[in-house]
């Protein structure tokens, strides 16, 4: 199975900071990685897929990038409501397999 | 409304089965691949296992072959994972989510789990 490494995986940043997510597959899966948002006692919600694509309703300062093996979810200007985990995963094949989150925090 | 309903968790002592039923409303449920995915207490999210729109196709993670079987009903609007042997590593919520699969250029999709459940919790315990 594909592992998917995240980094980091937790970090403290202050509102209106850019934040910068990474994820790294054991091998190259082409652009087949989504991202995802939890915040505690919920279900995820997605925010980009294909590497890169936003997904409908997801503000725009939601990014994602990358292809082959290295992956970044970027967050432009933290807002309050972006403070949860974000995970990854990769599409790429079977099985599918999720990084193993970050965890955004106030700082 | 499109929402996702899941049902059916559970205490139950090792060994022993269970199913999941996650209910569809909102949307075609026959027009969509769907997946289990389930995360332990305190831990990260884990992909289960998906089945494609006719149920013609189903793949599952290593750590439950064998063990659970993913179905679905479409006349009912339902998806469904029976869980058999279980043991206190399959102890977590389990959410059902729909799958976008939106395509590019007709031929590459990707997955893109766009609906998901509140999620519906198994122990296994004794």
């Known amino acids: 199975a594909i592992q998917m490494t995240q980094s980091p995986s937790s970090l403290s940043a202050s509102v209106g900071d850019r934040v910068t997510i990474t994820c790294r597959a054991s091998q190259g899966n082409r652009n087949d990685v989504a991202w995802y948002q939890q915040r505690p006692g919920q279900a995820p919600k997605l925010l980009i897929y294909?590497?890169?694509s936003l997904h409908s309703g997801v503000p725009s300062r939601f990014s994602g990038s990358g292809s082959g093996t290295d992956f970044t979810l970027t967050i432009s200007s933290l807002q309050p409501e972006d403070f949860a985990t974000y995970y990854c995963?990769?599409?790429?094949?079977?099985?599918?397999?999720f990084g193993q989150g970050t965890k955004v925090e106030i700082k | 409304e499109v929402q996702l309903v899941e049902s059916g968790g559970g205490l139950v002592q090792p060994g022993g089965s269970l199913r999941l039923s996650c209910a569809a409303s909102g949307f075609t449920f026959s027009n969509y691949w769907m997946t289990w995915v389930r995360q332990a207490p305190g831990k990260g999210l884990e992909w289960v296992a998906n089945i494609k729109e006719d149920g013609s196709e189903k793949n599952y993670v290593d750590s439950v072959k064998g063990r659970f079987t993913i179905s679905r009903d479409n006349a009912k609007n339902s998806l469904y994972v029976q869980m058999n042997s279980l043991r206190a590593e399959d102890t977590a919520v389990y959410f059902c989510?729909?799958?976008?699969?939106?395509?590019?250029?007709?031929?590459?999709?990707?997955?893109?789990?766009?609906?998901w459940g509140q999620g519906t919790m198994v122990t296994v315990s004794s």
């Open positions: 294909a590497a890169s």
């Open positions: 989510a729909r799958d976008l699969s939106p395509c590019f250029n007709s031929t590459t999709c990707y997955d893109a789990f766009d609906i």
């Open positions: 995963l990769q599409d790429y094949n079977y099985p599918r397999t």
